[in-house]
C-alpha cells in the first residue's frame, strides 16, 4: 500500500495488487475513505467525507495528479 503524499490529515495511497483497474488514487483521513479516478480526475467512490471535503480533495488530486500518475506507473511497471 504505498503512501504517495500526505497533506494535512490526508493520506494518498495505492494498492499494490490493482493492476485491473485504471490509474486512481485512494484517500483515506480517520474512517473516512475515497478513490478518485486520475484520467479524468473523477470522483469513483467515497464513504464518510462530507461534499466540501471531497471538492477538497479533488483540487489536491488534480494540483497533484501527475506526481500519482508518476509514482502508479513507476510501481505497476516494476511488477511486470
Known sequence: MPTVLRVG???F???SLETGEPPH???E????T???WLSPVELARSQG?????LTKLRALVIENR???QEAWDAHFRSQT
Open 9 to 11: 490529515p490526508y493520506r
Open 13 to 15: 495511497f495505492f494498492y
Open 25 to 27: 488514487i485512494h484517500i
Open 29 to 32: 483521513c480517520g474512517t473516512s
Open 34 to 36: 475515497a478513490k478518485y
Open 49 to 53: 467525507f462530507r461534499a466540501q471535503e
Open 66 to 68: 501527475a506526481r500519482f
